[in-house]
């Protein structure tokens, strides 16, 4: 296994007995890791459910100290997905009605920044530089996209606005209201010139 410049080991290391079961026991761990989402059970109870499971299926037990090692990490993983939910959350709810063209230039920013960082700190190999380009490139033809998308909507509510101040104007002057009154009420309410 390579060291990372801080001198920690990288990689997947070893695979734990809940890694190493067969594909059988894929929905009893889905399960387990749902109850552990929930944390409607403790540990144990989920655990023990777990074995249970795996019994009815022929597939050996998992030990206490790999199920709790195996939650800890997942649990890690939940938090740090939990937390980047919020802040994309609180982010895309500040920014309005341009939120999510504002959003994409906000991630093309942050990974030109990361990968700035990474070369900047010489831990990029080829293949690294390569899937960050990617990244890269994905994002900014996602900003072409979005603005795209946005210009098409705006395109079409302005011209249902115009119909429809098309038909209110008609409606008006069948009214009897003047020409001058219209073109008023127009400038008015619905902000358009005629």
């Not at 459910?49 to 939650?71: T, Y």
């Not at 946005?150 to 009214?175: H, S």
């Amino acid at each position: 296994m390579a060291e990372n410049a801080s001198g920690r080991r990288e990689g997947r290391g070893r695979l734990s007995s809940l890694d190493l079961l067969p594909e059988e026991a894929e929905g009893d761990l889905v399960w387990a890791l749902e109850q552990l989402r929930e944390r409607s059970m403790p540990q144990t109870a989920i655990l023990d459910e777990l074995n249970a499971r795996l019994a009815d299926r022929g597939i050996g037990k998992v030990s206490k100290s790999a199920f709790s090692r195996w939650s800890v990490r997942k649990a890690i993983q939940f938090r740090r997905l939990d937390e980047v939910r919020a802040i994309t959350g609180d982010i895309v709810g500040n920014l309005g009605t341009d939120g999510a063209d504002e959003v994409t230039v906000a991630v093309a920013e942050m990974l030109k920044a990361a990968i700035y960082e990474q070369l900047e700190n010489g831990q990029l190999s080829s293949k690294g530089v390569m899937e960050l380009s990617r990244a890269l490139s994905a994002a900014v033809g996602a900003q072409k996209a979005s603005a795209e998308h946005r210009r098409k909507l705006e395109e079409r509510v302005n011209a249902e606005v115009e119909r429809v101040a098309e038909k209110a104007e008609t409606a008006v002057r069948e009214a009897g209201l003047s020409e001058d009154r219209v073109a008023q009420m127009r400038r008015d309410v619905l902000g358009l010139r005629i």
